[in-house]
């Protein structure tokens, strides 16, 4: 199901890419998908992980959720670029990902380095090292607030 | 541009331009931040409101076409491999043993996701 699904957007992909829709090209594009997507699956990339397709329902409200707390962030950092004595007070702390499977600390993880501000350099199983430039943008994190939008983000599969 | 209604030429110059400026912060924050890790906060600046804004703009110039679709993929590269990058970069300094210029180290009191303490 999931290497038909993939085979599907691959091929979707190629179209896009292509823009010369002539017969040849267009089963040279498909056979190319089908073969991808094959591989894909041999080398277990086609799987919950590799292609969570089971949470598209999720990121219609995540994503763009996730949108507005970057540009948040974003305009808060650059505020204190521009800042003339150039406010950060530089903190690391660790913070817990409650999320069940992988995908889901990974969109924990990838989240919190999206929003600038914020970076994740470590990763040991649910716990995340988090290096941010401001102390209250660590605090915010420990607060747990995007770590429980993700759960719930998660859950909707 | 020829054909491009006057309302959609002005929004998209007006995201291009905003586009332009936070790309130029974060540029200005590469230079001011002190250290490594700081700089890499001010890149993702750019990275985000930065491209996210020049490509909203080249959008509206393109139309509905397939290359406005392209745009839309590469900002959904931008998306899912930034962090990626950023993290690796991130880990990699980490492992060189480069020390971080800290304000404050919670990793010992914070707890894994505890309450944050008054200090």
């Known amino acids: 199901m999931r290497v038909v699904s993939l085979a599907g957007f691959l091929f979707a992909f190629w179209l896009a890419l292509s823009g010369h829709y002539t017969l040849l090209l267009i089963a040279a594009g498909a056979v190319c998908a089908m073969l991808c997507a094959l591989v894909g699956r041999h080398m277990r990339v086609a799987d919950h992980e590799g292609h969570p397709i089971h949470l598209w329902r999720g990121t219609l409200t995540y994503y763009p959720w996730l949108v507005w ?8 950092v650059t505020k204190v670029i521009l800042h003339p004595r150039l406010p950060i007070s530089p903190t690391m702390t660790v913070v817990r990902a409650g999320q069940r499977s992988t995908a889901g600390v990974a969109t924990y993880a990838n989240s919190i380095t999206l929003t600038p501000g914020t970076i994740t350099v470590g990763v040991s199983g649910n716990t995340l090292t988090v290096h941010a430039l401001m102390r209250e943008g660590a605090i915010d994190l420990e607060g747990g607030g995007m770590d429980s939008r993700v759960t719930r983000f998660e859950a909707t599969a | 541009m020829s054909g491009l209604p006057v309302i959609v030429d002005a929004a998209s110059w007006l995201l291009i331009l905003l586009g332009s400026f936070f790309t130029v912060v974060g540029g200005i924050g590469l230079v001011r931040m002190p250290e490594f890790y700081t700089r890499m906060h001010a890149a993702s600046v750019t990275d985000t409101l930065g491209a996210g804004f020049l490509v909203l703009g080249l959008m509206l110039q393109a139309g509905f076409s397939l290359v406005t679709l392209k745009l839309l993929f590469l900002l959904a590269l931008f998306f899912f491999a930034g962090p990626v ?24 009191k914070a707890g894994a996701g505890g309450e944050p303490e008054g200090s």
């Open chain 1, 69 to 76: 707390e970057i540009a948040k962030s974003a305009w808060a």
């Open chain 2, 85 to 108: 990058v950023t993290h690796a970069l991130a880990q990699a300094a980490l492992h060189e043993r480069i020390p971080p210029l800290l304000a404050e180290d919670r990793r010992g």
